[in-house]
């Protein structure tokens, strides 16, 4: 491939994906010493080891986020990894997913990771663990999946946040879909340590069930 259709190539990379790892630029004729160039000089800017960026693209909050998450699997494009069918488990949540949610006081970073399977990962400003999530509890924000509100709540409990934040972020949700809520509470192990990180949540519902039946 020429100079000039490695440039094209990157270019429509950039418009789809913004933030592109190497792999998927090799799905596209793109070579590893093209992409040296482009960084070399300054077209492309390396994002993480293996991930990269236009230069003239708009930067995001979420760049270094986005391009951790797509290196999870990184041969496939985010469009496919969209699909309900191709869903791989792999989440933004707990207190990155409550940051992106705008739901109590978190930070994005370090980010929170959750994956069906151990990752291991020697990216400092990445946190990951091994929890399953249904796809049907996942919100696309930013081309990056992210848990929704009630499972986000949830893996604030299980990931030892405080309990005065999480019941900041559940004030913060606009609507709690409660059915939802019981829901993944009774798809977890019911073991007591389990039970006690759930205070808050198990309050919110008893509450909630209290004022129903007034």
């Known amino acids: 491939m020429s100079y000039s259709n490695h440039i094209a190539a990157l270019n429509e990379l950039s418009s789809s994906e913004g933030v592109f790892t190497t792999a998927q630029a090799g799905r596209l004729g793109i070579t590893r010493n093209a992409l040296s160039?482009?960084?070399?000089?300054?077209?492309a800017e390396r994002i993480a080891h293996g991930a990269y960026k236009l230069s003239g693209s708009q930067s995001d909050c979420t760049d270094e986020l986005a391009a951790i998450w797509k290196l999870t699997n990184p041969p496939r494009f985010s469009h496919e990894r969209m699909q309900m069918a191709a869903w791989d488990g792999i989440a933004i949540g707990g207190s990155t997913a409550a940051s992106l949610l705008e739901?109590?006081?978190?930070?994005?970073?370090?980010?929170?990771?959750?994956?069906?399977?151990?990752?291991?990962?020697r990216i400092s400003s990445a946190s990951f663990a091994v929890r399953r999530i249904d796809r049907l509890d996942i919100v696309w924000i930013k081309g990056l999946p992210v848990t929704c509100p009630e499972r986000t709540l949830i893996d604030l409990c299980i990931d030892s946040e405080e309990w005065s934040l999480v019941r900041d972020a559940m004030h913060d949700v606009e609507r709690i879909n409660n059915r939802r809520l019981i829901q993944i509470v009774a798809s977890l192990p019911d073991r007591k340590d389990m039970r006690n990180r759930l205070t808050p949540i198990r309050e919110y519902l008893s509450d909630h069930c209290a004022k129903e039946c007034r």
């Open 37 to 43: 160039q482009a960084v070399a000089s300054g077209r």
């Open 103 to 121: 739901i109590g006081d978190f930070y994005l970073s370090p980010y929170r990771i959750y994956a069906p399977k151990r990752i291991n990962s």
